[in-house]
């Protein structure tokens, strides 16, 4: 069965850093191209960024509110992908999906999300 | 930066024709693609490559895009179909971006 499965949510001050993970299972991981998106509270869907492949040069692009502060990183050898989030703000606050294309070009494997709140 | 708008919301009686637009100036050169999230769920994906349609999509969702804008329609809308619809692109360096969302009431 394809699935992806984050963790590594929880409640961090601002400021503060945090380290998300996507477990990868059911598909070829290290062909593909992983990307984060993330939902703040009653808002809408924001890309966050996404890595492609190593074949494909293992690149990361980044959205204007998270450059510099957000870091994109894999392990093939591990199906993980993970996202570290340094100098968090609460405008941060939101579930975090990873997701990909497996079957066709679209992001058509979404995993439950997990959720970062950036409070004091 | 670069914006995908969509209506934020469209109101359908069941079984009738529901159209939501997605404007977009990279759109005649990016391929447009939907996802539809209901309440408390991990969005899914409903169209790819402006009017392609997954596996296991029920057939009444269609998508065209035609110059700037794109559409999906959904056609004989059910009570189900019920959940906010994003419109996804990217810009011309390949940066991905989700339209606003629009929320589709089927009553």
């Known amino acids: 069965e394809v699935q992806l499965v984050e963790s590594g949510g929880g409640l961090v001050k601002p400021g503060g850093s945090l380290r998300l993970s996507c477990a990868a299972s059911g598909f070829n991981f290290s062909n593909a191209w992983m990307t984060w998106v993330r939902q703040a509270p009653g808002k809408g869907l924001e890309w966050v960024g996404r890595i492609k492949s190593k074949t494909d040069g293992g690149t990361t692009d980044y959205a204007a509110p998270v450059k510099n502060r957000f870091t994109i990183s894999r392990d093939d050898s591990k199906n993980t992908l993970y996202l570290q989030m340094n100098s968090l703000k609460p405008e941060d606050t939101a579930v975090y999906y990873c997701?990909?294309?497996?079957?066709?070009?679209?992001?058509?494997?979404w995993g439950k999300g997990t959720t970062v709140t950036v409070s004091s | 930066s670069y914006e995908l708008t969509q209506p934020p919301s469209v109101s359908v009686s069941p079984g009738q024709t529901a159209r939501i637009t997605c404007s977009g100036d990279?759109?005649?050169?990016?391929?447009a693609y939907w996802y539809q999230q209901k309440s408390g769920q991990a969005p899914v994906l409903v169209i790819y490559?402006?009017?392609k349609r997954p596996s296991g999509i029920p057939e009444r969702f269609s998508g065209s895009s035609s110059g700037t804008m794109a559409t999906l329609t959904i056609s004989g809308a059910q009570v189900e179909d019920e959940a906010d619809f994003y419109c996804y692109s990217t810009d011309s360096s390949g940066m991905g971006v989700f339209g606003s969302g629009t929320k589709v009431t089927v009553l």
């Open positions: 490559e402006d009017s």
């Open positions: 990279a759109l005649p050169k990016k391929y």
């Open positions: 997701t990909t294309a497996v079957v066709v070009t679209g992001m058509d494997v």
